[in-house]
Structures are given as structure tokens and as C-alpha cells.
Nanobody, 125 residues
């Protein structure tokens, strides 16, 4: 099993809700910032949200503020991304990522040293 593993993706109607989860290794990830990114074919991976180890510092992309909620539980080794009021433009592969200890730019993909396999979130076909 990898350092970071996502689950919970699927289809969601516009206006609907979905929660995706990320289990990470406490030994190597417990004290790190965890983040969510998303990507669609032909575009760069896009920052969605990040949360520090205690949950006291959270950052959201402007496009998801007020609709998405990121949270984590240290003891459960789990981070969640709750997606509300889903819009078609939210469609993509969602990735959970672990931030490097030395990084300070949560928006930059190069700040992360472990990524999950990615899960698809989309409107029903």
C-alpha cells in the first residue's frame, strides 16, 4: 500500500454532494500538510484545498470556497474532502497529496512528495 490512498470517488449530479477520503501513513505523514488537487485531461493538476496536521490552518482554491470542506483526523490517519453543490467544472481526477516538510507553497505541485493514485469524480454520463 502506498503512503497515500484515496477512496470514495464516483458520479454526482450537479448540485449534489460527495465525500472523498484519503488514508495516509501516520509514521511519515501525520505531521504534514495534506492537500487535494484535481486534474482533467490536457490541463495541469490544480490545487483544491489543503489542511495542516491539527486542522487549524486550511486553504481553499477560490473556485471551491464555500462549497468544499476539507478535514482530517490524525488518529484515524484520514483526510476528507466534502464536495457540495457540485458543478460540472468540478469534474476530474482528484488526488490526495502529502506536503514536504520544507515546502511553504501549498498551491505548487512541487511542494508534495507523495501522491495517491487518483480517483474520478464526475457527473453521470
Amino acid at each position: 500500500q502506498g503512503e497515500v490512498v484515496e477512496s470514495g470517488g464516483g458520479s454526482v449530479q450537479p448540485g449534489g454532494s460527495l465525500t472523498v477520503s484519503c488514508v495516509h501513513s501516520v509514521r511519515t505523514s501525520g505531521g504534514r500538510i495534506m492537500a487535494w488537487f484535481r486534474q482533467v485531461p490536457g490541463k495541469e493538476r490544480e490545487f483544491v484545498a489543503s489542511i495542516n496536521f491539527s486542522g487549524t490552518h486550511i486553504t481553499y482554491a477560490d473556485s471551491v470556497k464555500g462549497r468544499f470542506t476539507v478535514s482530517r483526523d490524525y488518529n484515524k490517519r484520514t483526510a476528507w474532502l466534502e464536495i457540495n453543490d457540485f458543478k460540472p467544472e468540478d469534474t476530474g481526477v482528484y488526488y490526495c497529496a502529502r506536503c514536504k516538510f520544507t515546502a511553504n507553497d501549498v498551491y505548487n505541485v512541487d511542494s508534495y512528495d507523495a501522491w495517491g493514485q487518483g480517483i474520478q469524480v464526475s457527473v453521470p454520463s
